[in-house]
């Protein structure tokens, strides 16, 4: 008796899930279908912009989903931690810095992935790395320096590194015991 209250309980659950997701595309439709009976022209336009932002979201966030379907196909739990967990030592440091540096495209596309890997095993200093790097961008620095010199250019992308390491193991820190997530509280965390 006591499973059937629980599948009951978890079919009640993912219905209002459904309903949740379904509810700001439900809104979008009520609102262009009132502005498109009231400005038909600024309606238009508004939709366009609307899809111009899609297609331009739509090349990243499709390379985070196949990565994400790549890293669950190839990679256990076990390997994540241990590539990104508590002792994974420097190898768990530069990963994340240099994926932070390299990787492209909106960051929201990316919090898919991170979480993803944080349900895996991996801790919150890695994530927190990446995030921070993700200010360095190498295809930019050519236009920096032009502005800022050299000089100023490599200090800064130095420090930004260096501080990266600094947020991820303070934020690592400052959350230990409190995290919600099951894996990295059994695994550890980085630092």
Known sequence: MRYLKTVSHQEKKGVRSVTRMLLFPAAMLVIYGILFSVMPDRASFALKSSGNIFLDMLVPLCLVFVLMIL???????????????????????????VAGIISTGPIYVWYPLLRNLRGKGA?????????????????????MVGYFGWVYVAILTI?????SIAI???LSALTRGNDSNPAVKELGDTA
């Open 71 to 97: 890293l669950n196909l190839f990679l256990k739990p076990a390997q994540i931690a241990r590539f990104l967990g508590k002792g994974a030592g420097i190898k768990g440091i530069l990963l994340p810095a």
């Open 159 to 163: 420090l930004t590194v260096l501080g």
């Open 123 to 143: 801790g919150n200093s890695p994530i927190a790395i990446f995030l921070y790097n993700r200010a360095v961008k190498p295809f930019l620095l050519p236009v």
């Open 168 to 170: 991820g193991y303070s």
